[in-house]
């Protein structure tokens, strides 16, 4: 059965501060999608990161960076040097290629950025 | 712009009544989605279209229903049958169901009981 383990239900950390954030899923599929989302406090989910499973190349944008290892089941996400606006919840989602129509999310991991 | 517009952001729902969500879109994306989300839970797919005039039940489909009889326009309707349907509500679409396209998401409709 396909499933999305966020373990850090809430995270606190001082501004300039790096985090990451962990995320763990079980498939039986070969192919599948892992997707990243973070949700602001007004509420909208916005679309982050998409990776499929064939490429395991760790992937940087600006502050944010993603490291997929398929060995260990896991999609973490890091935010570098974090500001006041990270602080949302987020959201790690599976995609198995058989299963086109559903993605399932973890419950989300809420992070404070402390001033 | 184009976008994702889920109206009203605020609605209540007295005991026994139904009420409408409603869920526009302008990417002219072919799958539309309707997810809830209580605290603490993630969301959980209530509905889906892939296409017009077609839908499927997702885990949590007792108590709503949808239509799609236009590819832009997927409204819920809780019905009086959800004894709890306080929650936020959200909307999302994506260019189709295969691929493993993104979903873009709404703003979101909190539902509330009076």
């Known amino acids: 059965a396909q499933k999305v383990t966020q373990a850090q239900t809430e995270i606190s950390v001082v501004e300039k501060e790096d985090v990451t954030l962990d995320c763990v899923y079980e498939?039986?599929?070969?192919?599948?999608?892992l997707f990243w989302y973070k949700q602001p406090p007004s509420g909208e989910l916005v679309f982050l990161i998409r990776?499929?499973?064939?490429?395991?190349q760790n992937e940087i944008s600006g502050r944010y960076s993603w490291n997929f290892q398929k060995s260990t089941s896991s999609f973490n996400f890091t935010i570098t040097a974090s500001q006041v606006v990270d602080s949302a919840v987020y959201f790690c989602?599976?995609?198995?290629?058989?299963?086109?129509?559903?993605?399932?999310f973890g419950k989300g991991t809420r992070l404070h950025i402390l001033p | 712009d184009g976008g994702i517009t889920q109206s009203p952001k605020y609605l209540f729902r007295k005991e026994g009544q139904n009420v409408t969500l409603s869920c526009e879109q302008n990417?002219?994306?072919?799958?539309m989605y309707w997810y809830r989300q209580d605290p603490g839970q993630g969301l959980r797919l209530i509905y889906y279209?892939?296409?017009?005039?077609?839908?499927q039940k997702g885990d949590i489909a007792e108590g709503y229903s949808v239509s799609r009889e236009k590819k832009e326009s997927f409204p819920l309707t809780v019905t009086s049958a959800q004894k709890n349907p306080t929650a936020f509500y959200l909307c999302?679409?994506?260019?189709?169901?295969?691929?493993?396209?993104?979903?873009?998401f709404g703003d979101g409709t909190r539902l509330s009981i009076l």
């Open positions: 999302a679409s994506s260019r189709d169901n295969r691929g493993g396209q993104p979903q873009h």
């Open positions: 498939t039986r599929d070969t192919t599948y999608y």
């Open positions: 990776r499929n499973s064939f490429d395991e």
């Open positions: 989602a599976l995609l198995e290629a058989n299963r086109d129509d559903k993605i399932i």
């Open positions: 990417l002219n994306h072919d799958a």
């Open positions: 279209s892939q296409i017009v005039n077609d839908f």
